[in-house]
Nanobody
Framework: QVPLVESGGGLVQVGDSLRLSCAAS????????MAWFRQAPGKDREFVGA????????YYADSTRGRGTVSRDNAKNTIFLQMDSLSAEDTAKYYC???????????????????WGQGTQVTVSS
């Protein structure tokens, strides 16, 4: 059973906003750094943003800084990604990930995370 399940993806228009959710089952997220990655066809998995276990610090890729907001609700064992001003370049499958060992701004590689969801597709249409 995959412990992380993403939702909220879909087909949106350029300029729209989207909020993705990632719920955990059988995995307590409170002590873990959580992140969002995305992968477009033919491209490597790309870091989007991350949030520390205490929710006090967030980190973003240059491509999403200022447009993306990662947040978490530890009581609901869920994290979120709010993306604004979407463009066609944001079209990708979005994955949430959890790390049991990495924490801080340097944890922006896929190898830093050991739990993954199956992803949710976001398609931005013009």
């Amino acid at each position: 059973q995959v412990p992380l399940v993403e939702s909220g993806g879909g087909l949106v228009q350029v300029g729209d906003s989207l909020r993705l959710s990632c719920a955990a089952s059988g995995l307590r997220l409170t002590p873990l750094q959580m992140a969002w990655f995305r992968q477009a066809p033919g491209k490597d998995r790309e870091f989007v943003g991350a949030i520390r276990s205490n929710g006090g610090a967030t980190y973003y890729a240059d491509s999403t800084r200022g447009r993306g907001t990662v947040s978490r609700d530890n009581a609901k064992n869920t994290i979120f990604l709010q993306m604004d001003s979407l463009s066609a370049e944001d079209t990708a499958k979005y994955y949430c990930a959890a790390s049991t060992w990495c924490a801080g701004p340097g944890c922006n590689r896929a190898q830093s995370y050991n739990y993954w969801g199956q992803g949710t597709q976001v398609t931005v249409s013009s």
